[in-house]
């Protein structure tokens, strides 16, 4: 079992930068793939960025290519989320989740075992 806790959403002005936190509990954290996914009014929820249980391979979707990071720390339990140029599309609740499963790395929502309660990223134009 895994609890996810993200912060560091907020407000920020287009162009800004933002950078997400999610920590974990639980023992077998460095062992899941892990991925931050975004939900804006109306949409469906997407993964925006994905990391593999060892950090060797990652995944963006082409929206924030170039100016999103993601990075996993396995000793502090945390996964992180850097966001440049962020742009007011980027508007939405971000969360973080969790993949038990070994492997490639996955993107679909349902793929995922454990989500965070997500924290609200707005981007002012």
């Known amino acids: 079992q895994v609890q996810l806790l993200e912060s560091g959403g907020g407000l920020v002005q287009a162009g800004g930068s933002l950078r997400l936190s999610c920590a974990a509990s639980g023992r077998t954290f460095s062992s899941y793939a892990m991925g931050w996914f975004r939900q804006a009014p109306g949409k469906e929820r997407e993964c925006v960025a994905a990391i593999s249980w060892n950090g060797g391979s990652t995944y963006y979707a082409d929206s924030v290519k170039g100016r999103f990071t993601i990075s996993r720390d396995n000793a502090k339990k945390t996964v992180y989320l850097q966001m440049n140029s962020l742009k007011p599309e980027d508007t939405a609740v971000y969360y973080c989740?969790?993949?038990?499963?070994?492997?490639?790395?996955?993107?679909?929502?349902?793929?995922?075992?454990?989500w965070g309660q997500g924290t609200q990223v707005t981007v002012s134009s």
């Open positions: 989740a969790a993949d038990r499963r070994r492997g490639e790395i996955r993107v679909g929502r349902y793929d995922y075992d454990y």
